[in-house]
């Protein structure tokens, strides 16, 4: 899909269009994150960071799943 660089007020700006908003399953104020590739930029809606810091807190959650709740009681 071939997009245009356009002017949005002393910016620039790339309008997406409604099919690839509804692909990518965001709205008008959702955001939106960029990761640099090797061969371009992928756009997606969530946040590859805080998707990896989720994954390593779900691995503490079930590991120390005693501990937690011997912490939640007190």
Excluded: C, H, W
Aim: charged content about 30%; aromatic content about 2%; overall charge positive.
């Amino acid at each position: 899909m071939k997009l245009k660089i356009t002017t949005i007020g002393n910016s620039a700006g790339v309008i997406l269009p409604r099919e690839l908003l509804a692909r990518l399953r965001v709205a008008k104020g959702d955001a939106l994150y960029a990761t640099e590739l090797p061969d371009g930029v992928k756009l997606t809606p969530f946040d590859p960071k805080l998707a990896g810091q989720m994954e390593v807190a779900e691995r503490v959650m079930r590991e120390d799943r005693n501990v937690l709740r011997k912490l939640a009681k007190s």
